[in-house]
């Protein structure tokens, strides 16, 4: 048997990875630089909570758009031109002179990246076929963890060396320059690329058709009636209590790493770092299993169970600070791993007319719980006087995704494919 080339990992994901590590950076900058923002003009507590959730407000707006844009026009172009876009977005906030800029800035920044997500999803399932997406997924995904090792540190060392505003901009300019290795890089699916060798390209044009036509077909079917599927409406509920729970991770983190460092700006850096190294190999392994098994549905409860006992252990038990951190290393490997597996899901249900909706509602809904974890467990903090409680229906929050992928979720092939009707009208 003939070896397959296998360019495709090497083209598409790195690009890819390096893209939207520059769209974290963006988005996550702001964190770090709106305490020296207070010298140019004055923000309260609440300005700066605003300029930092009001990104995630424009964040909703394109996701389906954006999506529906990739699968019926170009995920290449859709990308490219979002990059371009939310560039300037970025630029723009070092320019602002006063705070309603700066919240306007922020949700531009948000509109432009929101479409990003789903449409690269779109892209790999042009280019990855079902036994090898969740490697391509997590190994796509591993910006994330990767992101959150070297990206804050960089800011803080600009900040050291030049003012917020050209933080700002510096930070901007780095995707204008990418989208020109993007064009030249990525295309929207094997036939089109032109670096991809002749068996390679027959490998994944027969394979993938071969996937997409033994999927069973529920005819005259459109966009609305997707988005009643019970299919995704499981996987809109598994991700918005997942994604809200994991918010247990990132705030219980802050707090650890102080408690063992006392406060030094090096060792927070460093020992903040090593949660989310592990995190990215436990996520990178987790897919990879997955492909080999095609179980997705262990691949997604398994992680979220491991996450909810080192999230309880570590905040109802009074352990040293170094077992914390252990415990803590648990929890942000458990909410990591399931990424590859779970966004694999969705392509290997759903007719591909549909699925681009599909996905674009699911990243949309279940980010959500971007607002509703950190606001929950500040909430609960006013009310009963500890952080305990709140992490405890974090906890909770995980348990109720674990579940819902457990029950809900098929051990092999999917239960339903929905396709689109052949009319043009798909309300």
Same mark, same amino acid.
């Given at each position: 048997?003939?070896?397959?080339?296998?360019?495709?990992?090497?083209? &598409?994901?790195?690009?890819?990875?390096?893209?939207?590590?520059?769209?974290?950076?963006?988005?996550?900058?702001?964190?770090?630089i709106l305490p020296?923002?207070?010298?140019?003009?004055?923000?309260?507590?609440?300005?700066?909570?605003?300029?930092?959730?009001?990104?995630?407000?424009?964040?909703?707006?394109?996701?389906?758009?954006? *999506?529906?844009?990739?699968?019926?026009?170009?995920?290449?172009?859709?990308?490219?031109? @979002?990059?371009?876009?939310?560039?300037? /977005?970025?630029?723009?906030?070092?320019?602002?002179?006063?705070?309603?800029?700066?919240?306007?800035?922020?949700?531009?920044?948000?509109? %432009?990246?929101?479409?990003?997500?789903?449409?690269?999803?779109?892209?790999?399932a042009s280019w990855?076929?079902?036994?090898?997406?969740?490697?391509?997924?997590?190994?796509?995904?591993?910006?994330?963890?990767?992101? *959150?090792?070297?990206? $804050?540190?960089?800011?803080?060392?600009?900040?050291?060396?030049? $003012?917020?505003?050209?933080?700002?901009?510096?930070?901007?300019?780095?995707?204008?320059?990418?989208?020109? +290795?993007?064009?030249?890089?990525?295309?929207?699916?094997?036939? #089109?690329?032109?670096?991809?060798?002749?068996?390679?390209?027959?490998?994944?044009?027969?394979?993938?058709? /071969?996937?997409?036509?033994?999927?069973?077909?529920?005819?005259?079917?459109? !966009?609305? #009636?997707?988005?009643?599927?019970? $299919?995704?409406?499981?996987?809109? =509920?598994?991700?918005? %209590?997942?994604?809200?729970?994991? !918010?247990?991770?990132?705030?219980?983190?802050?707090?650890?790493?102080?408690?063992?460092? =006392? =406060?030094?700006?090096?060792?927070?850096?460093?020992? $903040?770092?090593?949660?989310?190294?592990?995190?990215?190999?436990?996520? @990178?392994?987790?897919?990879?299993?997955?492909?080999?098994?095609?179980?997705?549905?262990?691949?997604?409860?398994?992680?979220?169970?491991?996450?909810? /006992?080192?999230?309880?252990?570590?905040n109802l038990v009074?352990?040293?600070? +170094?077992?914390?951190?252990?415990?803590?290393? &648990?929890? *942000?490997?458990?909410?990591?791993?399931? !990424?590859?597996?779970?966004?694999?899901?969705?392509?290997?249900? @759903?007719?591909?007319?549909?699925?681009? +909706?599909?996905?674009?509602?699911?990243?949309?809904?279940?980010?959500?719980?971007?607002?509703?974890?950190?606001?929950?467990?500040?909430?609960?903090?006013?009310?009963?006087?500890?952080?305990?409680?709140?992490? +405890?229906?974090?906890?909770?929050?995980?348990?109720?995704?674990?579940?819902?992928?457990?029950?809900?979720?098929?051990?092999?092939?999917?239960?339903?494919?929905?396709?689109?009707?052949?009319?043009?009208?798909?309300?």
């Amino acid at each position: 048997m003939n070896v397959i080339p296998r360019k495709r990992w090497a083209y &598409v994901i790195p690009v890819a990875v390096v893209m939207y590590m520059l769209a974290y950076l963006d988005r996550t900058n702001v964190a770090v630089i709106l305490p020296y923002i207070g010298s140019d003009f004055p923000l309260s507590a609440s300005a700066k909570g605003l300029a930092s959730g009001i990104f995630f407000i424009g964040y909703l707006v394109l996701q389906i758009p954006a *999506a529906v844009l990739a699968a019926k026009w170009s995920a290449r172009k859709t990308v490219v031109l @979002l990059m371009i876009l939310w560039a300037l /977005a970025a630029v723009l906030c070092g320019l602002v002179r006063s705070e309603t800029q700066l919240h306007l800035a922020r949700l531009l920044l948000g509109l %432009f990246e929101g479409g990003v997500w789903p449409a690269v999803l779109i892209l790999l399932a042009s280019w990855f076929p079902q036994k090898e997406r969740a490697r391509a997924n997590a190994l796509w995904m591993s910006c994330l963890p990767i992101s *959150a090792i070297l990206m $804050s540190p960089l800011s803080g060392f600009m900040l050291d060396h030049m $003012s917020w505003r050209w933080v700002f901009v510096l930070q901007g300019l780095p995707p204008l320059v990418w989208a020109i +290795v993007w064009w030249f890089a990525v295309a929207d699916r094997p036939s #089109q690329a032109r670096w991809i060798s002749r068996e390679e390209r027959e490998y994944l044009e027969t394979t993938l058709a /071969a996937e997409e036509a033994a999927k069973p077909s529920v005819a005259k079917q459109g !966009y609305r #009636q997707a988005l009643r599927n019970k $299919s995704v409406l499981l996987l809109i =509920g598994v991700y918005f %209590f997942w994604i809200t729970g994991f !918010y247990g991770f990132s705030l219980w983190l802050p707090s650890v790493v102080k408690t063992m460092t =006392g =406060g030094s700006a090096t060792a927070v850096g460093f020992l $903040s770092a090593i949660p989310y190294v592990l995190a990215l190999v436990a996520m @990178l392994s987790c897919a990879l299993w997955s492909d080999r098994t095609g179980n997705r549905r262990m691949a997604v409860t398994v992680p979220l169970l491991i996450a909810i /006992a080192g999230l309880l252990l570590g905040n109802l038990v009074h352990w040293p600070p +170094v077992v914390q951190f252990v415990l803590l290393c &648990v929890v *942000a490997a458990g909410v990591y791993m399931p !990424y590859g597996p779970f966004w694999a899901v969705p392509s290997q249900i @759903l007719g591909i007319e549909v699925v681009a +909706v599909a996905m674009g509602v699911i990243n949309a809904l279940g980010n959500l719980g971007g607002f509703a974890g950190p606001y929950l467990v500040g909430w609960l903090t006013d009310v009963t006087g500890t952080s305990t409680t709140g992490f +405890v229906v974090l906890a909770a929050f995980l348990a109720v995704a674990a579940a819902l992928a457990y029950f809900g979720l098929r051990p092999t092939s999917a239960p339903e494919v929905i396709r689109a009707p052949a009319t043009s009208d798909h309300s």
